[in-house]
């Protein structure tokens, strides 16, 4: 199921975008130099929003351990997390972000 989650100018280049949508897993939108990438939004280590953490250089480290995530590939990067995020496809439809969310 595809879902426009927010608008494009919600997410500067730099910064990242939390998004909660109702019957969802909570996502947060990355924009890694005019690209976007969008993952979990819960820490596989703990649970902790990583919306709440620090992005910077491709990586979103956790506010609670300071693990940290590849926002391209959702793997761990940094100790203590091992276990990767989930990841979402993304794209851009006008002035919307559009993500395909995997539904069983």
Same mark, same amino acid.
């Given at each position: 199921?595809?879902? &426009?989650?927010?608008?494009? =100018?919600?997410?500067?280049?730099?910064?990242?975008?939390? %998004?909660?949508? =109702?019957?969802?897993?909570? %996502? %947060?939108?990355?924009?890694?130099?005019?690209?976007?990438?969008?993952?979990?939004?819960?820490?596989?280590?703990?649970? &902790?929003?990583?919306?709440?953490?620090?992005? =910077?250089?491709?990586?979103?480290?956790?506010?609670?351990?300071?693990?940290?995530?590849? %926002?391209?590939?959702?793997? &761990?990067?940094?100790?203590?997390? =091992?276990?990767?995020?989930?990841?979402?496809?993304?794209?851009?439809?006008?002035?919307?972000?559009?993500?395909?969310?995997?539904?069983?």
């Amino acid at each position: 199921m595809k879902k &426009a989650v927010c608008k494009v =100018e919600d997410v500067p280049v730099g910064r990242m975008h939390p %998004v909660d949508l =109702e019957g969802l897993p909570p %996502v %947060v939108i990355f924009n890694l130099d005019g690209k976007y990438y969008a993952t979990s939004n819960i820490c596989t280590h703990a649970v &902790a929003r990583l919306s709440d953490g620090f992005f =910077e250089d491709g990586q979103i480290e956790c506010p609670l351990h300071s693990g940290c995530f590849d %926002v391209k590939t959702g793997e &761990a990067t940094e100790f203590p997390c =091992e276990i990767p995020l989930q990841t979402f496809n993304i794209e851009v439809d006008g002035d919307n972000l559009v993500v395909e969310f995997v539904v069983s």
